[in-house]
């Protein structure tokens, strides 16, 4: 018994001691600041600079420029006809797929650098540099006009085995991150459950896919998606088939209209092509 009074005595201390450093790093860090550094390659930054991401990062992160599919936002590289404008373009998916968002829009490709980041993102503990990258989504979607009107934000939930892995949802950090750079409220975590957490998805047609989704979404107070348009975030969209489950979930529990925005599209030259793909 005492030598557990004694035990948990020097963990108590331990613990003290721990958060007089904290206090004290904190003071220093206010007073000090570090410089700031660079999330992607360590260079230093400019005092000034909003996000901890250089210019020459910035510049290297392949952005979808403005031919793109009004449904899903994947980059065509066939440029329209004179007879149909930007506006109505929609990649080979779409134009036979019916969609219950009524759009997404991609900040990038995912291709080489943001890629990368994506995957040091989610694989590597990377809190940071997930609300870096935020703050780009946010910026570019702001300047483009792609956060809808009214909108709420919405991160997709990651089901509770995966969030326990990974250690944080990383919709949720890029969601953080748009936050501090724009007035746009959010939705808290819980608003919807993922049930159940579903296998790999690679390497599933499209169809697959959808099946595999199909009603792991719950909104457990439909009453607080009621009425609200809704701008859901993610780091990829690949066959959207994420985006249109958790669409069908919240329609059905109300929402007026759900809008997606992703840090990343995937594209491959099927979609390109327009070929059929698998
Ligand atoms: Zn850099
Ligand atoms: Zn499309």
Redesign the pocket.
Known sequence: MSIIRKKNSLEKRFLRGEYLNNIWQVGLNLLFPPPRSCLICGRKLPDNTLIEICQLCLEQLPLVGDC???????PLAVVAPKTRPLGEM??????R?R?FFVQ?RAVGIYSGPLKEQIQELKYHYNRRLGIGLGQIMGLVAEARGWVPEKAHLLAVPLHRERLHQRGYNQAELLMQGMESVLETPSLESHTVIRRAATGASSGLSPKERRANLRGVFQVPRPGEVAGKVLCIIDDIYTT?ATLDELARTLLQAGAEAVHGLTLSIAVDDQ?LLGNDFK
Not at 68 to 74: D, N, S, V
Not at 90 to 95: E, L, Q, T
């Open positions: 793109f599919c009004r449904q899903c936002g994947r929609r990649c080979f998916d779409c134009a797929t969609h997404n959207g979609h």
